[in-house]
């Protein structure tokens, strides 16, 4: 039996046409992968991070680098490999020869959007250096404090392929990512688009240099984020998140179940993605288009599951089908 709902009037969004104008301007370097540019975008407006899983070559700098320049923010890449140190990504004190003091030098975590490339290849001192900053906004150094710059949005890669000289992320920074999204290859029509690029007078990067432009301002971003905070989210909604996320602690097959922290962040980011459809209220569409990949990366999977190689996906998909879902 479904439960009905009691919709509220619609409110003057002005989410929506920014983000019809940051898509059309997106899309002009990035073909495809609506699904993957839809949940970077929603974490992204939400104040949320995102692991990305996928082979090489699928343009995951070219989506941050896009999105960057259009969201008139700060890049940087750090490609993270089996040597880089914590101050390699947070920065250092250093002595001042002038001034006869130690300065600080900022690392390039201080930007924007970051891509943290390949971040399974770094030890776990290094993971526990992004742990402060994902989560609180600010790098301590040498027992002083540094707020990080608004927005900011993490966006870290993995190869699901090559495993030899990788390190597994521990539970507690996975939990830091608002989703974990898969990056697939293109299909036929958006893979001859990508190889056309390259025939045109202007390739991809090209146009991102020369003449990609910023369409959001702080300004508006502000106008975004408080339309995003009065998206209202009834009760049977909420009822209906938490019953998700605690099917999945008594599910077969699943040894640990999702944590409260993702029923915060299903509801945060279904507002957001609400708002970016043109509503102001959730309905379940919203939750169920995010609660996987909301949840892949928060539970374990019983070690029978495992051998018998079933996915954390496949489980979900059937763990959720026996939740009552509002209508």
């Given at each position: 039996?479904?439960?009905?709902?009691?919709?509220?009037?619609?409110?003057?969004?002005?989410?929506?046409?920014?983000?019809?104008?940051?898509?059309?301007?997106?899309?002009?370097?990035?073909?495809?992968?609506?699904?993957?540019?839809?949940?970077v975008l929603v974490a992204l407006l939400t104040g949320g991070h995102v692991l990305l899983e996928g082979v090489p070559g699928l343009g995951k700098t070219l989506l941050a680098r896009a999105l960057g320049k259009v969201m008139g923010c700060r890049f940087n890449r750090i490609q993270f490999t089996p040597d880089l140190m914590p101050a390699d990504v947070t920065g250092t004190h250093v002595f001042?020869?002038?001034?006869?003091?130690?300065?600080?030098?900022?690392?390039?975590?201080?930007?924007?959007?970051?891509?943290?490339?390949?971040?399974?290849?770094?030890?776990?001192?290094?993971?526990?250096?992004?742990?402060?900053?994902?989560?609180?906004?600010?790098?301590?150094?040498?027992?002083?404090?540094?707020?990080?710059?608004?927005?900011?949005?993490?966006?870290?890669?993995?190869?699901?392929?090559?495993?030899?000289?990788?390190?597994?992320?521990?539970?507690?920074?996975?939990?830091?990512?608002?989703?974990?999204?898969?990056?697939?290859?293109?299909?036929?029509?958006?893979?001859?688009?990508?190889?056309?690029?390259?025939?045109?007078?202007?390739?991809?990067?090209?146009?991102?240099?020369?003449?990609?432009?910023?369409?959001?301002?702080?300004?508006?971003?502000?106008?975004?984020?408080?339309?995003?905070?009065?998206?209202?989210?009834?009760?049977?909604?909420?009822?209906?998140?938490?019953?998700?996320?605690?099917?999945?602690?008594?599910?077969?097959?699943?040894?640990?179940?999702?944590?409260?922290?993702?029923?915060?962040?299903?509801?945060?980011?279904?507002?957001?993605?609400?708002?970016?459809?043109?509503?102001?209220?959730?309905?379940?569409?919203?939750?169920?288009?995010?609660?996987?990949?909301?949840?892949?990366?928060?539970?374990?999977?019983?070690?029978?599951?495992?051998?018998?190689?079933?996915?954390?996906?496949?489980?979900?998909?059937?763990?959720?089908?026996?939740?009552?879902?509002?209508?």
């Open positions: 039996m479904e439960i009905e709902l009691d919709l509220p009037r619609q409110e003057k969004n002005p989410v929506q046409a920014v983000v019809d104008r940051i898509e059309s301007e997106v899309g002009r370097v990035f073909y495809g992968q609506k699904e993957l540019f839809q949940g001042d020869e002038k001034l006869g003091d130690f300065k600080f030098h900022p690392g390039p975590i201080f930007t924007n959007i970051l891509l943290a490339d390949e971040i399974n290849r770094s030890p776990a001192k290094t993971h526990a250096a992004l742990l402060e900053v994902m989560q609180e906004r600010q790098v301590t150094v040498d027992g002083k404090r540094f707020k990080m710059p608004e927005p900011f949005l993490v966006i870290a890669t993995q190869n699901p392929i090559e495993t030899e000289g990788t390190y597994n992320l521990p539970e507690a920074q996975l939990d830091r990512f608002m989703f974990k999204l898969m990056i697939h290859y293109p299909d036929m029509d958006n893979e001859l688009a990508i190889l056309n690029q390259f025939i045109a007078p202007q390739n991809p990067m090209q146009i991102l240099e020369s003449s990609l432009r910023a369409v959001v301002d702080r300004d508006i971003l502000a106008k975004m984020d408080q339309f995003i905070q009065s998206v209202q989210v009834q009760e049977k909604i909420v009822r209906f998140i938490a019953n998700l996320v605690r099917a999945t602690r008594s599910w077969q097959g699943i040894y640990t179940g999702a944590s409260p922290r993702a029923g915060v962040t299903l509801v945060q980011a279904a507002r957001t993605l609400a708002a970016m459809r043109g509503r102001a209220y959730v309905v379940p569409d919203d939750v169920m288009e995010l609660a996987l990949p909301t949840m892949r990366h928060r539970i374990t999977l019983a070690p029978e599951t495992e051998v018998e190689g079933i996915s954390a996906d496949s489980i979900l998909q059937e763990c959720f089908k026996s939740v009552e879902v509002p209508r």
